[in-house]
């Protein structure tokens, strides 16, 4: 089945500095890339598409230069939060749409999580 | 933007009781998935629904699309502890090729 890696699963980070996360499908090609955020009890909230070999799309309310999104292969995308603040703090995770005619058997598929604690 | 409401937000039942949870929204949605999570994981994908007053059953679980695909009910025959978590619906936006979740339903079963 299709499987998506997502790294690391828990970080700690001081106020200020960046973090990045890697999402990675691993028995598929992925052309088009999510990242969502969850704050605590509640549903996964859009941040962002991304698609291979050009820019992220962000949602209305989310700074695309503060989550700076890269999408550099169809096995790869990655989301760097840049100068984080305690407010950043949050489980975000990825997902891979596979590439067209293959979607249709691995539909959307979801990484583990990245918890981001900001201290 | 698409919205969708699921009810209820919390539910906690005794093992081997039936429930019922609801997803709807006014948009129209070319097909809608259920999922589970658990915590400090991602969601992961229990049925796609297509086609407008498709019914899906896996095991005691049966999913419904309404037939303006509109809205989605999720139903639990006896249910087990092991299907405590949190339930999301997710519209699928043909437009936007992204999912567009539900608000959630927490579900706890106690033994």
């Known amino acids: 089945g299709a499987v998506v890696s997502q790294h690391p699963s828990w970080v700690i980070c001081k106020s200020g500095t960046s973090v990045k996360i890697e999402c990675r499908s691993l028995?598929?090609?992925?052309?088009?890339m999510f990242w969502y955020r969850q704050f605590p009890k509640q549903s996964l909230m859009l941040m962002a598409t991304?698609?291979?070999?050009?820019?992220?799309?962000?949602e209305q309310g989310v700074e695309k230069d503060k989550f700076l999104i890269n999408h550099a292969s169809l096995t790869l995308s990655t989301l760097t939060v840049t100068s984080a603040h305690p407010e950043d703090s949050s489980f975000y995770i990825c997902?891979?749409?596979?590439?067209?005619?293959?979607?249709?058997?691995?539909?959307?598929?979801f990484g583990s999580g990245t918890r981001l604690t900001v201290v | 933007t698409q919205l969708l409401e699921q009810s209820p937000q919390f539910l906690s039942i005794q093992e081997g009781e039936n429930l019922t949870v609801y997803c709807n929204s006014s948009?129209?949605?070319?097909?809608l998935q259920w999922y589970r999570q658990e915590p400090g994981e991602g969601p992961v994908l229990l049925v796609t629904?297509?086609?407008?007053?498709e019914v899906k059953k896996l095991k005691r679980l049966t999913f419904q699309f309404g037939d303006a695909r509109k809205d989605s009910s999720l139903h639990i025959t006896a249910a087990q502890p092991g299907d405590t978590g949190l339930y999301l619906c997710?519209?699928?936006?043909?437009?936007?090729?992204?999912?567009?979740f539900g608000s959630g339903t927490r579900l706890q079963v106690q033994p």
């Open positions: 997902s891979a749409r596979a590439a067209e005619g293959l979607w249709v058997n691995y539909g959307y598929t």
């Open positions: 028995d598929f090609q992925a052309t088009t």
């Open positions: 991304s698609n291979e070999g050009s820019k992220a799309t962000y």
């Open positions: 948009s129209v949605f070319s097909s």
């Open positions: 629904v297509v086609t407008g007053g």
């Open positions: 997710a519209g699928v936006d043909t437009g936007r090729r992204a999912l567009t």
